[in-house]
C-alpha cells in the first residue's frame, strides 16, 4: 500500500478493494458478528480482540493472501469492518466491490461474489 490516505472515505474503496475473496469477507462478517454478541459482556471484553481480529486475519492470511489494512490504519479499518458488516447485511456489498475495483484495480479474485446470497444464508 504505497498511497497514504488523508480521510476515511478516501480509504473506504481501498479497504473493500483488499476484500475481494468471499470467505475472507465471510470470516470478517462472522468475527464481527461475535464481537458484538460478546461485547455487552463485560467479562469476555479480553475476548474482543482474539474473536474479531483472529477471523478476520485468517481470512486475509488464507484466503485473500495479503497484508490486513489493520496494522496501517487501525480505526478506519475498525469503523470500515463495520460499514462492511451493514453492507453484507443489506446486500449492497457487491456494489461497493465494483466500485472499488475500479478505482483500485487488481487481478480478480475467484472467490469473489455474491454478497446478496451471502448475507440470505
Request: hydrophobic residues 45%.
Amino acid at each position: 500500500m504505497a498511497k497514504r490516505f488523508e480521510s476515511y472515505e478516501e480509504f473506504w474503496p481501498y479497504y473493500v478493494s483488499e476484500h475481494q475473496d468471499r470467505t475472507c469477507r465471510r470470516l470478517h462478517f462472522i468475527g464481527t458478528s461475535l464481537v458484538m454478541a460478546m461485547a455487552p459482556n463485560p467479562l469476555l471484553w479480553p475476548a474482543l480482540p482474539v474473536a474479531g481480529y483472529g477471523f478476520a486475519w485468517a481470512g486475509h492470511y488464507v484466503f485473500e493472501k495479503n497484508r490486513p489494512a489493520t496494522f496501517t490504519y487501525p480505526l478506519w479499518s475498525l469503523r470500515a469492518d463495520f460499514r462492511m458488516w451493514r453492507k453484507i447485511v443489506t446486500g449492497e456489498m457487491p456494489e461497493e466491490l465494483e466500485r472499488a475495483a475500479v478505482m483500485f484495480p487488481k487481478q480478480p479474485v475467484a472467490n469473489a461474489t455474491d454478497d446478496a446470497a451471502e448475507a440470505a444464508a
